[in-house]
Structure formats: structure tokens, C-alpha cells
């Protein structure tokens, strides 16, 4: 289990050049398959950097997410792609920032509702900003981005994101973080500026999340609030990471990997009993393994590692 | 480490082995049967216009294929498979399901999704692979430009300035007459439907020398019409417009009859030309005006009606439904004259061919149904929504004042 660094860089840059050909070979249907689940694990890996170590469960995903939509539906026939990304990226860490300073003192179950009540207000703000201000509604995104693009750059963001959870967890914000995840009260006491931590690191994550949402705009040409807000990718993230395991940096790709070939295999073969497949499966994943695969995994390492002489 | 390798090596050349001869097996196959395909929203909050205008039409033509045993190419007749996927009204789905659709189920044709955000959301992937895309729910000021862009697709509904065009015309020559006063009241749906019909109408009635005494919009799901209706009935305004969705065009009208409020014009948006709405208001009705309409004196439509009732027992709605039948009429015939699965050909046929239909014959400008081939306005005349303008040999006058409550 435990290789020296080198092996598993080289072993991790393997993997990433792999990955990097999946264009090279794949045909479209494919391709879009990679692209949603490389869409998923950055969302839910960026869910996790936050949610894992604080337990804070977000629902505010999308509103990260569609920020990067809009921005790119506002700015992305106006000015260089790159700048686009660096807008959006500012606009979604100063809005985690301000949201971060008011709310993080909210815990539980308050917190939850807040971050879901955050994305709708996020969206009824554009909607009113678009419809009485700009005066339309729906907006075309034409920018010249292919398929295979939107693939390169989704997998730089996974790097990206598997490189600040990793570099997290060695340091010293993350230590505190995994204190104030077990008791806030000790953090405080033992002098952790817990707030400082928690609304870094929910920068961080919604960073992530904001440019995700940039980098996938330009495969639908065409969005509007519903599009780029919808309530679904928010809770479809919160299911894939607590599957997988939220405290395993790895964990979260350990759900999206099963749930988006499950939704795709129960689209392609039950269309019209998705909706009730679905519920049956996200109660049996509830109820037969509440710690996640990384978890269960974990267990069945441990038992093996047992039964051996 | 090698041992994986070797398990790895032989996956891959058992997959690779495989879809050669996947790939081997399809060349193999004669046209034997006609795949069609297509993703539509059978969940989510496009369900509703999906299944009114869109889902029976596809039914009903699948079943008269079947009937005829299949499409008419190369002098003999090749059966149909239909395959459906859901997109969940979600455009990331709706993009992989016609991915999928394309390149894993290999079909010969495809039927476009429901409204106007996910026909753009998958005009790309029609367009990459040269699919001709026949839409008749997705109305936008920017058909032209995807012509231009994707040569592939049809825009059967057009532009939302065709239809505030053929409004204003009727208003225009009402208030020349002395029957309407120039001032309108409007009112629209926070909603793509609602802000870009709204938008065109203000320029549109602006120039025609109109004055709004009342411009309000109102967000999607609004229950509370009355504050609205009353507003608009003390502006003084002898039109009355609103730019709604099914539940608010039903709201309003329930909300108007309420508060007595009957201007000379009373125009409202979606689901006017729905079968619900004459069963809702029976007898109240009439004068009201709506996007679409139909000719009384047109026996194809009158056979199309009975048809559709005769499968699904429901009239089809007033504006999208016939069209989404005459597109399927076009693509069939298309087809047919092609002799094959050629689809650039079959993309030019529709481009340049006429084509016998339902609403008589047909031959598209730039992809789009010339002006005149259907009513843009119409107008709940004795029952049935019929047909007032553009300007043409099919239209009916328009009835005016709009009678009272009962």
C-alpha cells in the first residue's frame, strides 16, 4: 500500500496522460460520458475539500456552478477565454467569501437549508437582473471551445483539484480543519482561528466549482437560469461524495464513477422508470453503506489485512 | 505489476477485438430496418408541452408507418424501430442522450427534443453529424442566424417578431377603424417565452404609435392574477396582452371572468390553443386570442384532428401540434425521394423540395415556413380557434369586441 513519492507521482502522471488521450480514441457518445463524469468528480471532489473535514453539508454547489455558466454566457463572445475563467473565477470566490463570513457561523441541518436557499436567491437574482434589466432571457453562448477542449480543461481542473486536497491535508490548515471536524469547541480552545479555516477553504472549493461551471458552458449554446441553476446537479453531487466517502481525498471519484454509469445505464434501458430506479437505489446505498465505498472498502482491506497470518 | 499488465493488455485487446467486429457486423447489414430515434423531456418541468404538442405527433406517425410497413426507400418498404430515451428536461442529458442515439444505437434518423433551450443544447451534436433537425417547439429571434450556422436545422414555428408582427398589423387596423383605443395593457412570464415576445411587442407596438399603460412582468409559477387584472382594468386600456404558460393563461382567464374584466382585445399566451381551455371555459371563450390558430375550411386539418383524436382521444393543441405533424409529413416524403439513408441529400430535399402536406403544399425559405402557410394569431370563433392573421387567403376576420363574461 505504501509506494515511495516518486513512484506515485510518475504513477499519477501516467494515469493523467492516459486520460489525456480518452479524445484521441473515444467517439462523441463516449466523450460526453467522460466529460460528465470528469464534470462530477471536480464538483464532488471540491464538495468534499470543504464538506469532508468541516461536516458541513452544502447544497450551494450550483450556485458556484452556474455563476461560471453565466459568466461565460455574459463575457465569453467579448473577451480571451482565459480571462473569462480568471472573471469567473473572482466573481465565485468573492461571493464564497462574503457568504463564507455571514453563514459559517451556522451549523447542521440550518446550514444545509441556507446553502440551497443560497443557490435559488442566486438565481432569482439573475432571473431579475436578465429579465428587467437586460431584457432577455436565455442567452446564446457561441464560442469556439470543442468537445475535446472542454475535456482537456475539465481534467486539468481534476489535477488541480486532487493537487489542493492533497497539499491541504499535508498542511497546517489542514490539521486544524480535522479538529474543528471533530469538535469546533476544542479547535477554538486550543487557539485554531476557526473561522480564518473553515472560509478558506470554502473559497477554495467554491473556486473549483465556479470554474467547472465556466468550463462547461459551451457545450449547450444555449442558457437560462433553470439551465445553469438547477437544484439537481447540487444534490447529485452530495449523493456521488457521500457514496464514495468524504474522508478519503479519493473518495468522492468512488461514487461518481457507479452513479454516473448507473444513471446513464438506467436512462439508456428504463427510460421511463429512471425516476423510481433511482429512489430504490439511493435508499439500498443509504441503508448498506452509510460510510461511503471508500469506507467499506477501508473495512474489507483491514479484514483481509486480519485474516492473514 | 506484470500480471495486471497482462490482465489489462488482454481487456483491451478483447474490447478492441470486439468493436472491430461490432464495426464488421454493421457494415455487413443491408438496410433492413429504419432506426429512429430521439430524447425527449418525458420528466421534469417540460414534460407538460412535451406531452401536449409533441410526444402524440411522434406517436401518431410511428403508428401510420407501421401501418404502411415502414418507409417507402429504394421501392420497397423498410420497417422502423423507434428508440426513446428521457432527458430529464436537462440539457447535459439531452446532449448525451442524442450522443447516444447517434453513435451507440446508430440511428438513421432523429426527432428533436421539446422548447427552445434544448433544441439549441442539441443543435451542435445534430449539426456535427449532419442530422437534419425539424423543431416546432422552439420559437427564436435568432432562426435566421442558426440557419446560417447550422444549415441542418428547420425553425417550423419562426420567430417571435413573425408573430408580433401579424398582432400589431390586426391592432393597427382595429384602432384606424375607431373599434380600439390606442393604449394596450401587456403582461409577461419572467420566462424566455414571455421576455422575448414581450420585448418584440413593446418595439412593435411602440412604432405603430401604441401606448402601454401597463407593462408588468411576473415570475414563472405566479397563482395571484388579481392585483394585474385589476391594474389592467382600471389603465383604461382597450387590449388587454398577456405573454403567459398554460397554468397562467388558466389563472388569468379564471381571475378576468371574476373580476368581469372583458377589453375588446383580450389576447393570452400558451395554452389558449390547448384542448383544456375550451373545456375550462366553455361558452367564454370566444374572442379570445392566442399564438397559433387554425383554417375551419381546411379538410387536411380536419382529418389531421380526427386522426389524433381517433389514437389519443384529445384534440391536438392550435399551434405546434399540426406543425410537428406537417415537419414529420416533410421528413417522410424527404426520405422517400431520397430512395436512402443519405443524409445530406435528405437535408437538401427538405431545403429545396415541396412537399405535400396536411396544411397543402409546402416549400421552405431559409428553413423556415413561409409567411401564409399558417396563422401566426388566432381567435376562439364558435368553438374553434380559428386562423385571423397574417394577411392571407386562409384567414378569417377578426371578431370584435370580445363578448362579455357569462
Known amino acids: 500500500m505504501t509506494l515511495p513519492l516518486p513512484v506515485k507521482i510518475v504513477g499519477a502522471a501516467v494515469a493523467v496522460a492516459m486520460l489525456a488521450c480518452v479524445p484521441l480514441v473515444a467517439d462523441g457518445y463516449r466523450l460526453s460520458l467522460a466529460i460528465g463524469l470528469l464534470n462530477y468528480t471536480v464538483l464532488a471532489t471540491a464538495w468534499a475539500l470543504f464538506s469532508g473535514p468541516t461536516r458541513y453539508v452544502s447544497l450551494a454547489t450550483v450556485a458556484f456552478f452556474g455563476i461560471g455558466v453565466y459568466t461565460v454566457a455574459v463575457l465569453?463572445?467579448?473577451?480571451?477565454?482565459?480571462?473569462?475563467?480568471?472573471?469567473?473565477?473572482?466573481?465565485?470566490?468573492?461571493?464564497?467569501?462574503?457568504?463564507?463570513?455571514?453563514?459559517?457561523?451556522?451549523?447542521?441541518?440550518?446550514?444545509?437549508?441556507?446553502?440551497?436557499?443560497?443557490?435559488?436567491?442566486?438565481?432569482?437574482?439573475?432571473?431579475?437582473?436578465?429579465?428587467?434589466?437586460?431584457?432577455?432571457?436565455?442567452?446564446?453562448?457561441?464560442?469556439?471551445?470543442?468537445?475535446?477542449?472542454?475535456?482537456?480543461?475539465?481534467?486539468?481542473?481534476?489535477?488541480?483539484?486532487?493537487?489542493?486536497?492533497?497539499?491541504?491535508?499535508?498542511?497546517?490548515?489542514?490539521?486544524?480543519?480535522?479538529?474543528?471536524?471533530?469538535?469546533?469547541?476544542?479547535?477554538?480552545?486550543?487557539?485554531?482561528?476557526?473561522?480564518?479555516?473553515?472560509?478558506?477553504?470554502?473559497?477554495?472549493?467554491?473556486?473549483?466549482?465556479?470554474?467547472?461551471?465556466?468550463?462547461?458552458?459551451?457545450?449547450?449554446?444555449?442558457?437560462?437560469?433553470?439551465?445553469?441553476?438547477?437544484?439537481?446537479?447540487?444534490?447529485?453531487?452530495?449523493?456521488?461524495?457521500?457514496?464514495?466517502?468524504?474522508?478519503?481525498?479519493?473518495?468522492?471519484?468512488?461514487?461518481?464513477?457507479?452513479?454516473?454509469?448507473?444513471?446513464?445505464?438506467?436512462?439508456?434501458?428504463?427510460?421511463?422508470?429512471?425516476?423510481?430506479?433511482?429512489?430504490?437505489?439511493?435508499?439500498?446505498?443509504?441503508?448498506?453503506?452509510?460510510?461511503?465505498?471508500?469506507?467499506?472498502?477501508?473495512?474489507?482491506?483491514?479484514?483481509?489485512?486480519?485474516?492473514?497470518? | 505489476m506484470t500480471r495486471r499488465f497482462r490482465i489489462l493488455a488482454a481487456a483491451l485487446a478483447v474490447g478492441l477485438a470486439g468493436t472491430l467486429s461490432l464495426a464488421a457486423s454493421n457494415q455487413a447489414l443491408a438496410q433492413d430496418k429504419i432506426k429512429i430515434g430521439y430524447a425527449i423531456s418525458k420528466t421534469g418541468p417540460n414534460a407538460g408541452g412535451a406531452n401536449i404538442t409533441q410526444i402524440p405527433n411522434y406517436q401518431l406517425w410511428f403508428k401510420e408507418l407501421n401501418d404502411k410497413g415502414g418507409l417507402m426507400i429504394g421501392g420497397k418498404r423498410v420497417p422502423i424501430e423507434v428508440i426513446e430515451y428521457d432527458d430529464r428536461s436537462n440539457s447535459e442529458e439531452a446532449v448525451r442522450a442524442v450522443e447516444r442515439l447517434i453513435t451507440q444505437d446508430k440511428v438513421d434518423l432523429l426527432l428533436p427534443p421539446w422548447g427552445t433551450g434544448l433544441n439549441l443544447a442539441v443543435g451542435p451534436v445534430f449539426n456535427k453529424y449532419g442530422y437534419p433537425q425539424l423543431t416546432f417547439s422552439a420559437v427564436t429571434d435568432q432562426a435566421p442566424a442558426l440557419v446560417k450556422r447550422w444549415p441542418n436545422s428547420f425553425w417550423f414555428l419562426g420567430t417571435s417578431v413573425q408573430y408580433i408582427n401579424a398582432l400589431v398589423d390586426l391592432l393597427s387596423k382595429q384602432q384606424k377603424a375607431g373599434?380600439?383605443?390606442?393604449?394596450?395593457?401587456?403582461?409577461?412570464?419572467?420566462?424566455?417565452?414571455?421576455?422575448?415576445?414581450?420585448?418584440?411587442?413593446?418595439?412593435?407596438?411602440?412604432?405603430?404609435?401604441?401606448?402601454?399603460?401597463?407593462?408588468?412582468?411576473?415570475?414563472?409559477?405566479?397563482?395571484?392574477?388579481?392585483?394585474?387584472?385589476?391594474?389592467?382594468?382600471?389603465?383604461?386600456?382597450?387590449?388587454?396582452?398577456?405573454?403567459?404558460?398554460?397554468?397562467?393563461?388558466?389563472?388569468?382567464?379564471?381571475?378576468?371572468?371574476?373580476?368581469?374584466?372583458?377589453?375588446?382585445?383580450?389576447?393570452?399566451?400558451?395554452?389558449?390553443?390547448?384542448?383544456?381551455?375550451?373545456?375550462?371555459?366553455?361558452?367564454?371563450?370566444?374572442?379570445?386570442?392566442?399564438?397559433?390558430?387554425?383554417?375551419?375550411?381546411?379538410?387536411?386539418?380536419?382529418?389531421?384532428?380526427?386522426?389524433?383524436?381517433?389514437?389519443?382521444?384529445?384534440?391536438?393543441?392550435?399551434?405546434?401540434?399540426?406543425?410537428?405533424?406537417?415537419?414529420?409529413?416533410?421528413?417522410?416524403?424527404?426520405?422517400?425521394?431520397?430512395?436512402?439513408?443519405?443524409r445530406a441529400a435528405i437535408v437538401k430535399e427538405l431545403q429545396t423540395g415541396t412537399f405535400d402536406t396536411v396544411l397543402g403544399k409546402i416549400k421552405l425559405v431559409d428553413n423556415m415556413p413561409p409567411k401564409g402557410t399558417y396563422a401566426y394569431i388566432g381567435q376562439w370563433q364558435n368553438g374553434f380557434f380559428t386562423g385571423i392573421a397574417p394577411d392571407g387567403a386562409n384567414m378569417k376576420p377578426m371578431v370584435i369586441p370580445k363578448p362579455a363574461w357569462k
Open chain 2, 179 to 342: 373599434k380600439i383605443n390606442g393604449t394596450v395593457a401587456m403582461i409577461s412570464v419572467a420566462d424566455g417565452f414571455g421576455i422575448d415576445l414581450s420585448k418584440a411587442a413593446r418595439d412593435g407596438l411602440g412604432k405603430a404609435g401604441f401606448k402601454l399603460a401597463m407593462d408588468k412582468s411576473y415570475p414563472v409559477g405566479t397563482q395571484d392574477m388579481s392585483p394585474m387584472i385589476s391594474e389592467a382594468q382600471r389603465s383604461g386600456a382597450d387590449t388587454f396582452i398577456a405573454f403567459s404558460y398554460p397554468p397562467d393563461t388558466v389563472a388569468i382567464n379564471d381571475q378576468a371572468k371574476v373580476a368581469s374584466f372583458a377589453p375588446k382585445v383580450m389576447f393570452t399566451g400558451v395554452g389558449t390553443g390547448f384542448p383544456l381551455f375550451p373545456q375550462r371555459f366553455g361558452a367564454n371563450v370566444e374572442g379570445i386570442m392566442s399564438l397559433g390558430g387554425w383554417n375551419p375550411n381546411n379538410a387536411g386539418t380536419a382529418e389531421y384532428r380526427k386522426k389524433h383524436v381517433a389514437m389519443h382521444s384529445r384534440d391536438p393543441d392550435y399551434w405546434g401540434s399540426q406543425l410537428g405533424y406537417v415537419s414529420l409529413q416533410m421528413l417522410e416524403q424527404a426520405v422517400e425521394r431520397v430512395g436512402k439513408i443519405d
Open chain 1, 76 to 309: 465569453g463572445e467579448v473577451l480571451a477565454w482565459p480571462l473569462v475563467l480568471l472573471i469567473a473565477l473572482g466573481i465565485g470566490v468573492v461571493l464564497a467569501l462574503i457568504i463564507g463570513l455571514s453563514t459559517l457561523r451556522l451549523s447542521g441541518v440550518y446550514f444545509v437549508i441556507f446553502t440551497f436557499g443560497l443557490a435559488e436567491l442566486v438565481r432569482q437574482l439573475v432571473t431579475w437582473f436578465e429579465v428587467n434589466k437586460t431584457r432577455t432571457l436565455g442567452r446564446y453562448v457561441f464560442v469556439d471551445i470543442t468537445t475535446d477542449q472542454i475535456y482537456w480543461q475539465l481534467l486539468a481542473l481534476a489535477v488541480m483539484v486532487f493537487a489542493a486536497g492533497l497539499l491541504i491535508r499535508r498542511s497546517r490548515l489542514g490539521l486544524a480543519l480535522r479538529v474543528i471536524g471533530d469538535d469546533e469547541t476544542v479547535a477554538r480552545h486550543v487557539g485554531i482561528n476557526v473561522t480564518a479555516a473553515k472560509v478558506a477553504l470554502f473559497m477554495l472549493s467554491a473556486a473549483f466549482m465556479t470554474l467547472c461551471g465556466a468550463v462547461m458552458a459551451p457545450r449547450w449554446s444555449y442558457i437560462d437560469p433553470a439551465i445553469a441553476f438547477n437544484p439537481v446537479t447540487s444534490f447529485q453531487v452530495l449523493i456521488m461524495a457521500l457514496l464514495g466517502g468524504v474522508h478519503r481525498l479519493y473518495g468522492p471519484v468512488l461514487g461518481v464513477v457507479p452513479l454516473t454509469l448507473l444513471f446513464e445505464f438506467l436512462l439508456a434501458n428504463f427510460p421511463n422508470h429512471f425516476s423510481i430506479l433511482i429512489g430504490i437505489a439511493f435508499m439500498l446505498i443509504v441503508y448498506a453503506i452509510p460510510n461511503g465505498i471508500a469506507g467499506l472498502a477501508e473495512k474489507l482491506w483491514a479484514r483481509v489485512k486480519g485474516a492473514r497470518p
